[in-house]
């Protein structure tokens, strides 16, 4: 790993945590914000792996630094897990509507509605049923969201911008 990519990483896994800390809405049950940018964009340059780690650290970084609630590696799981789908489908491939849309979908049904539910369940003991209206809109929320920023990234003038830095 050269300096420049470790730079560019640390500076994103910051990114990351202020954006899921300190500028995203959040309840107990659904937090709903800009955090998965960095790590899309660390999924692009770097792959799956280095966006894994890095969601994974940013995860921990923030839950250590800057508690919301008690620390559950479930949600660090889920970061590391995020990172590897992102960079599965977003790194050295042609970034289009399918590879995008598969990836936010991935990322939204299975990972943030599936599992996030059940580490809620297990947290607050609620039924896992009772949690995932909620979580379903929240989903039904984020998705577009997610995908026109990171459209949006992926898009050639501002991806090739990105790597010019």
Not at 86 to 99: D, I, Q, S, T
Request: aromatic share 10%.
């Amino acid at each position: 790993m050269n300096a420049k990519k470790l730079v560019t990483i640390a500076l994103l896994i910051a990114l990351e945590i202020i954006l899921s800390r300190f500028l995203s809405i959040a309840t107990p049950i659904v937090k709903i914000g800009f955090n998965f940018l960095p790590i899309a964009l660390i999924a692009m340059l770097y792959g799956p792996v280095y966006a894994g780690l890095s969601a994974a650290t940013a995860d921990f970084l923030g839950a250590v630094l800057f508690p919301i609630g008690a620390y559950f590696p479930g949600f660090t799981l889920t970061a590391f897990l995020t990172g590897i789908v992102y960079g599965v489908f977003l790194h050295k491939h042609e970034r289009n509507l399918a590879r995008i849309s598969i990836a936010v979908l991935m990322v939204t049904v299975v990972l943030n509605l599936g599992l996030n539910t059940l580490w809620l369940q297990m947290i607050t003991g609620n039924g896992y049923l009772a949690l995932f209206p909620t979580r379903i809109l929240r989903c039904v929320i984020i998705a577009p969201i997610q995908f026109i920023c990171i459209r949006l990234v992926a898009s050639k003038p501002v991806y090739s911008r990105l790597t010019k830095l």
